[in-house]
């Protein structure tokens, strides 16, 4: 029996709390993207976009001085996508989610995993990584002299998805990580294994904190994992129970903050591939279904965006000529005057943070709708 029923702004207004976004918060880089339950990131960026939008005076260096002491990793986890997560929750959560990166091997790949010697391979990526860090080029290289009828991309598949790795930081990289990143064996890197502990129960708990009130079915978006019902039916007697408009069952942590539903939400600006437009099956709680095309995107290319009111309004980017840094926002309805000129001095402070050696100006192009 549910608690009570939540409509969709109170829902907005929830995961914005859960997400840091309706206020900037004092928090460090790590102890930030532990309460956001991770961050993806398979492109170096976006996560300083989206702690510098969540963090009050966060800079550059702050996330940099994270990842360069190992109190913040870069690695294959949820939905088999790179994502930055603190030291602590990588090795409590690697482990679990190893049943799910294994299948999305056998997917990918089926039978032709049966005529590869999979720990003989595994122990040599194994080796060539304690040995140095390097890129997954390279690590092919030195696999196909060893197992040359053996395909390249499967080799470099089944080493990303059954190996726990970590992304190793290049001293001097604007982002910490240069494109092509080299990886290393996790427990060398962090002197800890990951925990031996299978349980999704613990994980499910923690998505409810970052992201709750939410669906097994939501859970099981985010993290890509199977068998989310019983593992919500599980941990029913220990969360509350609401519903949404449509009668959906959503759980949530009994204590968690779930502010009134007109609570002012200030304008923000999303990276790409932010976790609050990846969390849920049904995003209408930050996007409406008009605008999903607009950012979700059959190429799975995820823009980044800006709320205004708590919902995606429209996507930005930054246009680079010589020695300008153009902001350019591009939104999907006409936006009102207090709203425009909240998102040009929060644009311009951003297009600082992106470009402080640039010169620019923040600009709102014609609608998309």
């Known amino acids: 029996m549910s608690d009570s029923t939540l409509s969709l702004r109170a829902l907005n207004r929830a995961t914005l709390s859960r997400q840091l976004l309706l206020k900037r918060h004092a928090l460090k880089p790590a102890a930030a993207i532990e309460r956001l339950a991770g961050m993806q990131a398979q492109i170096p960026r976006p996560p300083f976009v989206g702690l510098w939008s969540r963090l009050a005076g966060f800079a550059r260096g702050d996330l940099v001085r994270a990842i360069e002491k190992r109190e913040v990793v870069r690695a294959t986890m949820m939905r088999a996508t790179i994502h930055l997560a603190s030291r602590r929750d990588f090795l409590a959560w690697r482990t679990p989610l190893q049943p799910m990166l294994t299948r999305g091997l056998e997917s990918l790949f089926g039978r032709a995993l049966e005529q590869v010697d999979v720990p003989a391979l595994l122990e040599a990526a194994r080796l060539r990584f304690e040995t140095e860090p390097c890129t997954f080029g390279s690590l092919r290289s030195h696999l196909k002299a060893r197992f040359p009828s053996v395909d390249e991309r499967l080799m470099g598949y089944l080493v990303r998805m059954q190996l726990p790795l970590v992304q190793t930081p290049a001293p001097g990289a604007d982002w910490a990580y240069p494109s092509m990143a080299s990886f290393t064996v996790a427990d060398g890197w962090l002197d800890a294994a990951p925990a031996t502990a299978t349980g999704l129960e613990p994980l499910a708990l923690r998505y ?69 437009l990846l969390a849920f099956e049904d995003r209408q709680r930050v996007i409406a279904t008009p605008h999903r095309k607009h950012v979700i995107t059959r190429n799975l290319i995820i823009p980044a965006t800006f709320l205004v009111e708590g919902m995606v309004a429209g996507t930005w980017k930054i246009e680079k000529k010589k020695r300008d840094a153009r902001l350019v926002l591009t939104p999907f309805a006409t936006i009102a005057r207090p709203a425009r000129q909240a998102l040009l001095a929060e644009g311009e402070r951003l297009r600082a943070f992106l470009e402080p050696a640039l010169s620019g100006t923040v600009e709102i192009a014609a609608s998309s709708s």
Request: hydrophobic share 40%.
């Open 208 to 276: 409810l904190a970052a992201f709750g009130p939410a669906s097994a079915r939501d859970f099981q978006v985010w993290s890509g994992v199977s068998g989310a019902r019983e593992v919500f039916e599980s941990i029913r007697k220990t969360v509350r129970v609401f519903t949404d408009a449509q009668g959906r069952e959503l759980f949530d942590l009994p204590r968690a903050p779930r502010p009134d539903e007109d609570d002012e939400a200030p304008v923000r600006y999303l990276p790409e591939y932010d976790n609050l």
